[in-house]
T-cell receptor
Framework: EAGVAQSPRYKIIEKRQSVAFWCNPI?????LYWYQQILGQGPKLLIQ????????DSQLPKDRFSAERLKGVDSTLKIQPAKLEDSAVYLC?????????????FGPGTRLTVT | GEDVEQSLFLSVREGDSSVINCTYT??????LYWYKQEPGAGLQLLTY?????DMKQDQRLTVLLNKKDKHLSLRIADTQTGDSAIYFC????????FGAGTTVTVRA
């Protein structure tokens, strides 16, 4: 079974530029999560989708971050405009459904550097 | 992460046991988890324990839960070089909350 795929693996941009990350969850997983992991910290949930609907985006900085999962499968996370403090690894995870959140499977992450 | 606290570093000799400690704050957490993160990789779920259990053993891994003190520990028996990684403790209230991670270094 293929795991969670993310691209790109690395991205370097200048502040005020825009960037987008892509995630393809495990086939059949209804719930998709985006996490931000700043160096030296644990992952912090940004947004959770159940199929194509948002379950929780309370920690998403909505003035600059957006995410969508239009067909309930792939998802994109966008930052516009980026700030220096957005430098982090962005992790995507998926689980069968919300009630099995303990069985989250993580992708390898996208490492973003904002200069 | 501020609700879950872990020591930052642990150095252990190959073949010895490692013990990683964690304290959490949410007494209503149903599950508590240990994740492993190797360099350049995502998080891998190692094990989890249901909140009404005191102990769970899974091969070389032993999880101990003290609900009264809100203390969780992970013991790795016969630590190997492949166990070098960052280990995250996590609790769930309505979402996963992670600690900052403990970097385990296994020396020969």
């Amino acid at each position: 079974e293929a795991g969670v795929a993310q691209s790109p693996r690395y991205k370097i941009i200048e502040k005020r530029q825009s960037v987008a990350f892509w995630c393809n969850p495990i086939s059949g997983h209804a719930t998709l999560y985006w996490y931000q992991q700043i160096l030296g910290q644990g992952p912090k949930l940004l947004i959770q989708f159940q199929n194509n609907g948002v379950v929780d985006d309370s920690q998403l900085p909505k003035d600059r971050f957006s995410a969508e999962r239009l067909k309930g499968v792939d998802s994109t996370l966008k930052i516009q405009p980026a700030k220096l403090e957005d430098s982090a690894v962005y992790l995507c995870a998926s689980s069968l459904h919300r009630d099995t959140h303990h069985e989250q499977y993580f992708g390898p992450g996208t490492r973003l550097t904002v200069t | 992460g501020e609700d879950v606290e872990q020591s930052l570093f642990l150095s252990v000799r190959e073949g010895d046991s490692s013990v990683i400690n964690c304290t959490y704050t949410d007494s209503s957490s149903t599950y508590l988890y240990w994740y492993k993160q190797e360099p350049g990789a995502g998080l891998q779920l190692l094990t989890y324990i249901f909140s009404n259990m005191d102990m769970k053993q899974d091969q070389r891994l032993t999880v101990l839960l003290n609900k009264k003190d809100k203390h969780l520990s992970l013991r790795i028996a016969d630590t190997q070089t492949g166990d070098s990684a960052i280990y995250f403790c996590a609790e769930n209230d309505y979402k996963l909350s992670f600690g900052a991670g403990t970097t385990v270094t296994v020396r020969a």
